[in-house]
């Protein structure tokens, strides 16, 4: 907990900050996915800005509405919320807007090229050695040969394709800061004219992309840093069509231990993974804040790197400390951050986001018949002790299931001791019976140690009985507490033999 929140980084609290969110529904949303979303809402959150979600559906072929609904069911999963929705293909006037303006600006040409004339370069270039630039061919057509090429690829079903005509650019280079990366700068004639919209009509990510970050009013573009090559193409179009550009920031993408990119085949790419496997949402985003991050507080490095809320690590969130790259994924240390949330959490909070956010039949079933089982009070002790012995919540339904609602009999390793137990137990009980508090550790521990001295048993071996028939397994959490919870007569029913 950090109550001294006394660094004020914020950008410009008058600055209108706004920021988006812009998913591609080609696919699930990817770990890495989830961080740029994550560091977009926190910049928004920091400086009381605006997240806009913008699904960049353009691609009408590899795009699909269930991919759209599972990324935005995965955001809202995470509590990443947003202000604005939008989606590209809803938005095709407005990029025929712009496309208009750029063409009374004169700044587009028509592209007659076929697809097959425009491969046969790219792989003269690749035999060559050579990076592909598109050659301007249809720069300087007459109107009769364009007349003639437009009804050929009429007959085909197509349209002239679109591109920017950069010599009339004038820009030799393109410079920008980022706020990760410091000063990039891209020599333009290895861009070439680039397409804006597409033979078959559509309009490419270069293109909407830009044109909505610059409609929307966006002021800041944190993304991935594979679109640092696109980053001088979008700046040309702000340029020609006479606005100026957002701020960017290119952030790393994550690695995996091995050194390599996670991809989408990688199994704890996909966020489901992290649900299945009992992660907190808060403690997911709070471990991909700080991978790859810096945080300064007090004037000192964050040190523990636990925040206490979504807000706290909004508040001292900094784009300017983010690496600029090889951020690595490290499944342990999310792990340790989850296990750090559980013991913050209270356990009430812990049953409200375990019922809300963990859905799977198993998991909601055991929590249900746990309820019924020892009533609301009790269940939250239970919880209570659960989530500081384990570190997730896969872990913590499971000893639920396994200790507190097995009500058939686990083995013991020594039948005389597990009678005495049980007989010292049943004594014990019926003389406090009037007192409910009366099954306690002290209780417990004293009938182990009389049964030490009168049976001349070995204390080791009477716990590490008890253990075994109240949870089937040789170690674990405190054995004396577990039976307590568990009370009297399920201790007794476990220990009858
Ligand atoms: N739609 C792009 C993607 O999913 C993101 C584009 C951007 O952030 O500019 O990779």
Same mark, same amino acid.
Not at 165 to 187: I, P
Not at 252 to 265: C, E, F, V
């Given at each position: ?6 660094? @004020? ?5 008058? @600055? ?20 740029? *979303?994550?560091?977009?809402?926190? %910049? ?34 995470? @509590? ?123 309009? +490419? ?43 960017? *920031? ?48 007090? @004037? ?21 400390? +983010? ?22 959490? /209270? ?10 956010? %963990?859905? +799977? ?23 209570? %002790? ?17 200790? %507190? ?12 001791? *597990? ?20 099954? /306690? ?33 040789? /170690? ?22």
């Amino acid at each position: 907990m950090h109550n001294n929140i006394d660094n @004020d980084n914020n950008i410009n609290n008058n @600055d209108n900050i706004r920021v988006r969110f812009a998913p591609s529904p080609t696919g699930h949303l990817h770990i890495g996915g989830l961080r740029t *979303a994550l560091f977009n809402y926190l %910049f928004a959150k920091k400086n009381n800005g605006k997240l806009i979600l913008r699904i960049d559906d353009t691609d009408i072929i590899r795009s699909s509405k269930e991919y759209e609904d599972l990324i935005i069911s995965d955001i809202k999963w995470f @509590d990443i919320k947003y202000d604005e929705f939008y989606k590209q293909s809803e938005r095709k006037n407005i990029y025929e807007r712009y496309l208009k303006i750029l063409e009374e600006k004169g700044y587009i040409y028509e592209c007659f090229c076929t697809e097959e004339e425009l491969l046969r370069s790219k792989e003269l270039s690749i035999n060559l050695k050579k990076p592909y630039i598109y050659n301007g061919r249809c720069l300087n057509l007459n109107s009769d040969e364009k007349e003639n090429l437009r009804k050929k690829l009429a007959d085909a079903g197509l349209v002239p394709s679109i591109r920017l005509n950069m010599l009339k650019l004038g820009c030799e280079q393109v410079e920008f800061e980022d706020m990760v990366h410091g000063k990039v700068v891209f020599n333009v004639k290895l861009l070439g004219d680039f397409v804006l919209k597409t033979s078959d009509n559509r309009f +490419t990510y270069n293109f909407a992309s830009i044109v909505d970050d610059i409609d929307l009013g966006l002021t800041h573009i944190i993304r991935g840093e594979d679109h640092i090559s696109n980053t001088p193409r979008q700046i040309l179009l702000c340029k020609a069509l006479g606005v100026s550009h957002p701020v960017f *920031a290119h952030i790393s993408l994550l690695y995996g231990k091995n050194g390599k990119l996670m991809s989408k085949r990688d199994f704890n790419a996909n966020l489901e993974y992290y649900k299945k496997e009992g992660y907190l949402p808060q403690a997911v985003l709070n471990y991909l804040a700080i991978t790859g991050n810096t945080f300064i507080v007090n @004037d000192e490095r964050f040190s523990d790197e636990i925040f206490s809320s979504i807000n706290e690590m909004a508040h001292y969130f900094d784009i300017k400390r +983010t690496k600029s790259s090889g951020a690595i994924f490290n499944e342990e240390k999310l792990k340790f951050v989850n296990e750090k949330w559980l013991q913050q959490l /209270n356990a009430d909070d812990l049953i409200s986001i375990i019922k809300e956010k %963990f859905k +799977t039949r198993y998991i909601q079933n055991i929590f249900d018949c746990a309820e019924k089982e020892y009533g609301k009070e009790q269940l939250i002790y239970i919880i209570h %002790f659960l989530k500081n012995e384990y570190k997730t919540v896969i872990e913590i339904i499971s000893e639920l299931d396994s200790v %507190f609602l097995y009500n058939g009999q686990y083995k013991y390793f020594d039948k005389e001791i *597990a009678e005495l137990l049980f007989k010292n137990i049943k004594e014990t009980a019926i003389d406090c019976e009037p007192e409910p508090l009366g099954f /306690n550790e002290i209780l417990i521990k004293n009938i182990i140690q009389k049964i030490t001295k009168e049976n001349k048993k070995n204390t080791k071996d009477i716990y590490e009985n008890l253990r075994m028939v109240l949870t089937g397994k040789t /170690n674990g959490p405190s054995i004396l507490k577990i039976a307590v919870l568990l009370g009297k007569e399920r201790v007794l029913s476990k220990l009858k033999i």
